[in-house]
């Protein structure tokens, strides 16, 4: 009788398992046709790139199409959104080898310490001054101190944020990342950085990984035999490391604040059993860290690090599907509406770090 019962039980298991693929196909093959041209765009213009134009197009397609005539198609939607964002990030780890980081990246530490706190606290005051959405307000700060769209990317899963405050964020991440690309090899120039100056810049004081490279790279043509690309992509790298503490300490206060409201609706009980480290940090950072300590190994042990140029392309291509999906879910002209105080914080942190960056280099002498 028990044999028949788990059979019972596992053919329910697989039945259900396989309704909920159906529902979610269609929806993520219509994120995954948005992506692939949004893709090859961002590959030629890297200065904007592909989750940028993903997120735009998603926006403008919502525009027409609503989301109650989405019919069975807005399962795979949200699936995309939550979901494939998460995988995404899982896969970054495996772009990190963490054993190059920390001989390449070591020197620039106290920068990107310095850079990472000044947003970190600017962010937080901007939130009290401007009184912001706590979920946008951190979302912005984040992307600003540590690495723009991934971190955002692994931020929001971890305090619960709206898909329209995950596209507001990223607009205005981009829309600085964007001027930082023009203006900075020009006033580098200006200030008489030294190459290695530069690329410590760019990669500290430009938050997407596409638009440090297009800053690093503008850099690079402006002076013949400079290098400053290798610099800024290995501190860049180093800054994205950061996602790991950002995230377990969110993840940590969210867990508290929920908590906190379950004492205050159960008189008491509570809502963890007591806070437990193993619930409040999110499975998929874990598997994030472990993804780049596989890569360390691996390269130590001798294997080929174009081994893993593969996952590392899955994804960017699924951090493009997840941005299409959040731009379908994304309400533009209420976004446009309620842009002011984003953009504005975003200015202010923008500026900061990037003052932040040079004040450091030039107390430490590297500049």
Request: charged fraction near 10%.
């Amino acid at each position: 009788m028990s044999a028949i019962l788990r059979n019972r039980h596992r053919r329910s298991v697989k039945e259900k398992a396989v309704a909920n693929l159906k529902n979610v196909v269609p929806g993520i093959g219509v994120c995954a046709a948005i992506a692939v041209p949004c893709w090859f765009l961002g590959e030629a213009l890297p200065v904007v790139g592909g989750p940028v134009f993903a997120i735009l197009a998603g926006m403008a397609i919502a525009l027409l199409w609503k989301q109650p005539s989405r019919g069975t198609v807005q399962d795979g939607i949200a699936f995309t959104a939550k979901k494939v964002l998460q995988y995404a990030v899982i896969l970054l780890g495996f772009g990190l080898n963490l054993a190059q980081i920390a001989a390449v990246g070591a020197e620039s530490l106290p920068i990107i310490a310095s850079t990472i706190a000044t947003a970190l606290i600017v962010g937080y005051i901007l939130y009290k001054v401007l009184r912001m959405d706590s979920a946008i307000a951190t979302l912005i700060a984040v992307g600003s101190s540590i690495c723009g769209g991934s971190a955002i990317a692994a931020t929001a899963p971890v305090i619960k944020a709206k898909d329209e405050q995950v596209a507001q964020a990223i607009s205005v991440i981009f829309l600085f990342n964007v001027i930082a690309a023009l203006i900075f090899p020009t006033l580098g120039s200006a200030l008489g950085m030294s190459n290695e100056g530069f690329g410590l810049f760019a990669g500290t004081a430009v938050n997407d990984t596409s638009s440090v490279t297009a800053a690093a790279a503008a850099w690079d043509g402006m002076h013949p035999g400079a290098n400053a690309l290798d610099d800024a992509t290995i501190v860049k790298l180093t800054r994205t490391l950061a996602i790991i503490p950002i995230t377990l300490v969110l993840a940590i206060m969210m867990a508290r604040k929920e908590n906190a409201a379950a004492d205050n609706a159960t008189t008491g009980a509570k809502l963890l059993g007591g806070f437990s480290l193993k619930r409040a940090l999110p499975a998929f950072i874990l598997l994030f860290l472990a993804a780049s300590v596989i890569t360390t190994v691996a390269v130590a042990a001798g294997a080929d690090v174009a081994a893993f140029a593969p996952l590392k392309t899955l994804s960017r291509f699924f951090i493009v599907m997840a941005m299409a999906a959040i731009g379908l879910n994304t309400d533009l002209v209420k976004l446009v509406r309620s842009g002011a105080k984003p953009i504005l914080m975003g200015l202010i942190c923008w500026i900061c770090i990037a003052a932040a960056s040079l004040a450091m280099q030039h107390t430490l002498g590297l500049w």
